[in-house]
T-cell receptor, first 116, second 116 residues
Framework: DVKVTQSSRYLVKRTGEKVFLECVQD?????MFWYRQDPGLGLRLIYF???????EKGDIPEGYSVSREKKERFSLILESASTNQTSMYLC???????????????FGPGTRLTVL | AQSVAQPEDQVNVAEGNPLTVKCTYS??????LFWYVQYPNRGLQFLLK??????LVKGSYGFEAEFNKSQTSFHLKKPSALVSDSALYFC??????????????FGKGTKLSVKP
């Protein structure tokens, strides 16, 4: 089975701290994604990556950055956490190549981040 | 632009009754449609997808969905609801085209509550 893991299930940080959220997948997927989930807003794409050292902005990249140094690992970075970044963060991966798009995404369990 | 609408924030059903969770979509090309379920404090789990072929798609846990091209809908259904089906359900669409335009677009989610 595909497995996507996230480094923390729950995280509490203070305003201004630098926060790292780690995601690892074990299926050699090319594509990885970071979403945030907020009530009434569904899932919103923050950043995604199609390959190592490659990244593209999603719909809401402001206040975030990402790093993909290895194929299996995709990190989300909050350079200076703010209270409006309190949310559930979901990582996902999929094996989709650029030529086909019939696959599905596989999700990690999520990290619930609280910024005080 | 691609979009997905889930018109109901919440659906309430009695156990044993049929359930329907609605989803409509808008894409420029052929739609690839997905349903995911999320249990409390968990990531999203894939339920089923429509790519091509039969309009009625069967998935996990007894769920099925019907693709209706003329109504641009992909409603999720189950003949007999269980209390354990209570969860948050997300519909997603991907335009049938690779590259960055092929990312999943999610609806805002519908909370399904099944009462005994």
């Amino acid at each position: 089975d595909v497995k996507v893991t996230q480094s923390s299930r729950y995280l509490v940080k203070r305003t201004g701290e630098k926060v790292f959220l780690e995601c690892v997948q074990d299926m050699d997927h090319e594509n990885m994604f970071w979403y945030r989930q907020d009530p009434g807003l569904g899932l919103r794409l923050i950043y995604f990556s199609y390959d190592v050292k490659m990244k593209e902005k999603g719909d809401i990249p402001e206040g975030y950055s990402v790093s993909r140094e290895k194929k299996e690992r995709f990190s989300l970075i909050l350079e200076s956490a703010s209270t409006n970044q309190t949310s559930m963060y979901l990582c996902a991966s999929d094996p989709r190549s650029l030529e086909t798009s019939t696959d599905t995404q596989y999700f990690g369990p999520g990290t619930r981040l609280t910024v005080l | 632009a691609q979009s997905v609408a889930q018109p109901e924030d919440q659906v309430n059903v009695a156990e044993g009754n049929p359930l329907t969770v609605k989803c409509t979509y808008s894409v420029s090309g052929n739609p690839y449609l997905f349903w995911y379920v999320q249990y409390p404090n968990r990531g999203l789990q894939f339920l089923l997808k429509y790519i091509t072929g039969d309009n009625l798609v069967k998935g996990s846990y007894g769920f099925e969905a019907e693709f209706n091209k003329s109504q641009t809908s992909f409603h999720l259904k189950k003949p007999s609801a269980l209390v354990s089906d209570s969860a948050l359900y997300f519909c997603a669409v991907r335009d049938g085209y690779g590259g960055s335009q092929g990312n999943l677009i999610f609806g805002k989610g519908t909370k399904l509550s099944v009462k005994p």
